[in-house]
């Protein structure tokens, strides 16, 4: 079975930079995409980015600029930095896998990133 494990999420002060990692093991061995959501309290979770194999990324207005996606290229693993950290980036985050050819869903538990103004 699949298993999908995130680290890096911590508290910091604005302006301070995080970088999240993700890595998925068991029997998968090609995706579609790998990214990265978020979920505060209350609200939904959204899209933070996404990166496809040949490396076309895409991200949310709100992070665009401040945060990276990059992926390794000889495991399924996947990287978040962000840089100039905002409150309203407080939420927890998860990495997503799609694998490929059964397009299958696969996330994380979760890792939490908490900004103080």
Known sequence: Q????ESGGGSVQAGESL???CTASGRIFNFNS??????????QRELVAVIIPNGTTNYAD????RFSISRD?????VHLQMNN???EDTAT??????EAGSRRN??????QVTVYS
Do not use: D, E, F, H
């Open 85 to 87: 950290l905002r409150p």
């Open 62 to 65: 709100s992070v665009r600029g």
């Open 34 to 43: 790998m990214g990265w959501y978020r979920q505060a309290p209350g609200k």
């Open 106 to 111: 696969y996330w994380g538990q979760g890792t």
């Open 19 to 21: 970088r999240l990692s």
């Open 2 to 5: 699949v298993q999908v494990g």
């Open 73 to 77: 290229k000889t495991r399924i693993m």
């Open 93 to 98: 985050y998860y990495c997503n896998i799609v």
